[in-house]
Every structure is written in C-alpha cells, then in structure tokens.
C-alpha cells in the first residue's frame, strides 16, 4: 500500500521555466491537497480538491494552477516559475468528512 | 478555526514520558484538537485527535481539559526517533472537510539519549 505518491523528489528549474508536480493516492479518498513549506516554516495550504471535478484556493494559491485528473490524482503546476517558489511541496489526501490527512514524502524544488 | 499556542521547543530524555501542551483557548464547541508530527525532512504524519474526552492510540495519549481551552499530547516512552516538530491543530469536522489544515510553526520535540 503505497499510500501517497509524490513525482518528482527533486527538481531545479530557472527561472520562467514550467513544471507540473504529480500526486496519486492509493487510499481511495476523497479529498486532495497541496500544501508548501518554506525553511523554519509551517506547512502552507496552496490548493485543495474536495471531490473529483472541484478545486477551491488555499491560502497562497497565486502562481500555481491545479488539476484534479480523477479520484487518484492531483496535480499541480507552475506556469512560469519565480524563485519565491523555491520550497517544499507536500501533497495529502484524506477521506470524505475527517481531517486525518495522509501526507507524501515532499517535493523539493528550487527555482534558480 | 481556533488559533493554537505552542511552546517553540521542548527537551525531554529518551524512555521518559513526554508531554506537549497546547493551548486554544478560543475553540468553539464543534471545534476539535488534532496532533501532526513531522519528522525532519519528511511529510507530516497524523498522531491522534479528539472533541472533549480524553482519547489513547498506540502512538499517543490526547488529554482535553475540562473547559477545552488546552490540552496534552502524551508520548508514554519518548524514543530518539519521536524527535520531531509537532503541531497542535484546532479544526471543525464538517461537510467535506475538506478545505485543509491550518499549521503554526509547532513545537521542536528533541529527545536526549
């Protein structure tokens, strides 16, 4: 049981380039979620998905553009990346009407 | 939701019983208290919750005072590996519940050979 998957664990990009960070759970939840954490920081809500077909804004979502592709699957992307993005990206799912959220292991990302 | 206060970091030797405080002395009554530890360089994990009665699960005990204002995450037998940031977090449950967590800073758990 895999739980939540996170591709890729690193990357460099310039500046200006685009990405897209890929999440997949395995737990059959409902909701998905991406948070960042910057150095010496609490974790940070970017977006979230509360079913299939529906994304709501975090708290720090400018910049970023996500993709709830289907029940497994949650992306986020970076149109055109700035060094204010550099940090760590967690991805999370949790089940319908609880907040026992399962976290991936991070994507690390720094934005020269 | 409520906001929580934490002390930034915290000591405690290994074998002991360790024990985190948290105050939220504004949560409402369908507010409950969630605990998260992040160990370094990894994803949060989810420890334990509760609404107003004391709660215990293999990882951890929850203690809840009285008025709900505060409470206690007990670790019964702190190991090295409990060394960690742990995050108090005050959330309703409700609808989808889907709208994410809100973490502070959290307290620094070191734990002493």
Redesign the interface.
Known sequence: NAG?TQTPKFQVLKTGQSMTLQCAQDMNH??M?W?RQDP??????IY????EGTT?K??VPNGYNVSRLNKREFSLRLESAAPSQTSVY?C?S?P???????????TRLTVV | DAKTTQPTSMDCAEGRAANLPCNHSTISGNE?V?W?RQIH??????II?GLKNNETNEMASLIITEDRKSSTLILPHATLRDTAVY?C?V?V??????????????THLIIQP
């Open positions: 939540v409902n909701s979620y948070y010496g920081m609490g974790l940070r809500l979230y998905s509360a079913s709501d975090g708290e967690f999370a949790s319908r009407g609880t907040t026992e959220a399962f976290f991936g292991q991070g | 409950y969630y998260y360089s990894q994803g949060p994990q989810y919750h995050y977090i959330r449950i409700g609808g989808g519940g889907a709208d994410g967590l809100t973490f502070g800073k959290g």
